[in-house]
Every structure is written in structure tokens, then in C-alpha cells.
């Protein structure tokens, strides 16, 4: 079953608070942490035959990280537009 509503209804990819263990604390500012990001989509259907460990069942999407800023950034400013 494909979940309805868009990507963003469903994946949390937002900026993050890091936490430093030695001085336990997080830092002042969110931000993304990493260089690019992993998407996995379990596309298998059967119920009889799926199996979460046959990586033929699955699609990958390897996405760098300024894409997805962009891609937010235009769509943020498209709905500052259009309101």
C-alpha cells in the first residue's frame, strides 16, 4: 500500500540540533548534517513473497543534500508567492 499525501507528509528531513556528549549540550543553530541523504522505498507488493532482506525489492535513491535544500527553498518561496 502506498501511503497517501506527498514525500514530505511522510520523511522528516529537516535541520537538526546536534548534541555535544562532553559538554551536554546542543548546539545554537540547526543544520543538515550530512553530504548527502539515503532514501529506501520497499516497492514489493506480494505479501506471500516480500522479503525486507532481498535488496531486489527495494529501490534506492542516493540525493546530495544542497538538492534537497534547493528543492525546499523553491517550494517555500513558491507558496510565500502564491499567498
Same mark, same amino acid.
Given at each position: 500500500?502506498?501511503?497517501?499525501? /506527498? ?9 537538526? #540540533?546536534? +548534541?555535544?556528549?562532553? !559538554?551536554? !549540550?546542543f ?8 553530504? @548527502? +541523504? !539515503? #532514501? ?15 535488496? /531486489?525489492?527495494?529501490?534506492? +535513491? !542516493?540525493?546530495?543534500?544542497v538538492?534537497? @535544500?534547493?528543492? #525546499?527553498?523553491?517550494? @517555500? ?7
Amino acid at each position: 500500500m502506498v501511503p497517501k499525501g /506527498s514525500i514530505e507528509d511522510h520523511v522528516r528531513i529537516g535541520k537538526k #540540533f546536534a +548534541y555535544d556528549y562532553k !559538554v551536554q !549540550v546542543f548546539e545554537k543553530d540547526p543544520r543538515r548534517h550530512s553530504d @548527502i +541523504y !539515503v #532514501f529506501a522505498c520497499h516497492h514489493h507488493m506480494d505479501k506471500g513473497t516480500v522479503d525486507p532482506l532481498d535488496l /531486489s525489492q527495494w529501490t534506492f +535513491y !542516493v540525493v546530495p543534500t544542497v538538492r534537497i @535544500i534547493n528543492t #525546499f527553498a523553491r517550494r @517555500i518561496l513558491s507558496a510565500w508567492q502564491q499567498s
